[in-house]
């Protein structure tokens, strides 16, 4: 089984600013690893994803994020955001082989501050 | 191309009631995924179709819950004699098959009174 921690729930940035958005898993296999936004009334879009190689993955919209199989990690950044960025982001876990599910955290609430 | 299409965007229910949700997936993908997201958290899975076949029903949380998917395409989520609990957003996804990129519809927002 696996399980996906976002331990911020909210997260302001004034426009311009970097960001960081934090994911952490637990896993008893491997996984691959994604990111998803969801802006205002609209459906789940895929941001990026790891699958395997490079541990840094770039995806849409100038996000970046980096696999630490040590910590556990996923977190996402960008390294100046836009208001376009205000949106729920959503990391997911899925494990590798039999496993056709995507197991989600609870999101944060990206909020761009003019 | 066409998304992950979902119908209807919204539904209002009394207790008690039957409801059918249906998606549209996007045209040659042969898995399907439902998901339910209730408010403040994230997409929990239901169930997942390879095929006409449900390959992983082990999400649905109890038997008033039920989906089909009779000719590999179009998929339906019933639900008997809905409870006030049942009330959240109802996501699609399909991909082009196993271990593939899963891309979500925009969800029916379900509302039991």
């Known amino acids: 089984a696996q399980s996906v921690t976002q331990l911020d729930s909210q997260v302001p940035v004034f426009e311009e600013a970097p960001v960081e958005l934090r994911c952490n898993y637990s896993?008893?296999?491997?996984?691959?690893l994604f990111w998803y936004v969801q802006y205002p009334n609209q459906g789940l879009q895929l941001l990026l994803k790891?699958?395997?190689?490079?541990?840094l993955v770039k995806g849409i919209n100038g996000f970046e994020a980096e696999f630490n199989k040590s910590q556990t990690s996923f977190h996402l950044r960008k390294p100046s955001v836009h208001i376009s960025d205000t949106a729920e982001y959503f990391c997911?876990?899925?494990?590798?082989?039999?496993?056709?599910?995507?197991?989600f955290g609870t999101g944060t609430r990206l909020t761009i501050i003019p | 191309g066409a998304g992950v299409s979902q119908t209807p965007s919204n539904k209002v229910t009394e207790k008690g009631k039957y409801v059918e949700l249906r998606c549209d997936p996007i045209?040659?993908?042969?898995?399907l995924y439902w998901y339910r997201q209730s408010l403040g958290q994230g997409p929990e899975f239901l169930i997942y179709?390879?095929?006409?076949?449900?390959?992983?029903d082990s999400g649905l949380p109890n038997d008033r819950f039920f989906a089909v998917r009779p000719e590999g395409s179009v998929s339906t989520l019933k639900i008997q004699r809905t409870e006030r609990g049942d009330s959240a957003v109802y996501l699609c996804?399909?991909?082009?098959?196993?271990?593939?990129?899963?891309?979500f519809g925009p969800g029916t927002r379900l509302l039991v009174l």
């Open positions: 896993s008893s296999v491997s996984v691959y």
């Open positions: 997911a876990v899925r494990g590798l082989f039999g496993n056709e599910k995507l197991t």
């Open positions: 179709f390879q095929g006409t076949g449900a390959a992983d």
């Open positions: 045209s040659g993908h042969t898995a």
């Open positions: 790891y699958l395997s190689g490079s541990t």
């Open positions: 996804a399909s991909s082009t098959g196993r271990q593939e990129t899963q891309y």
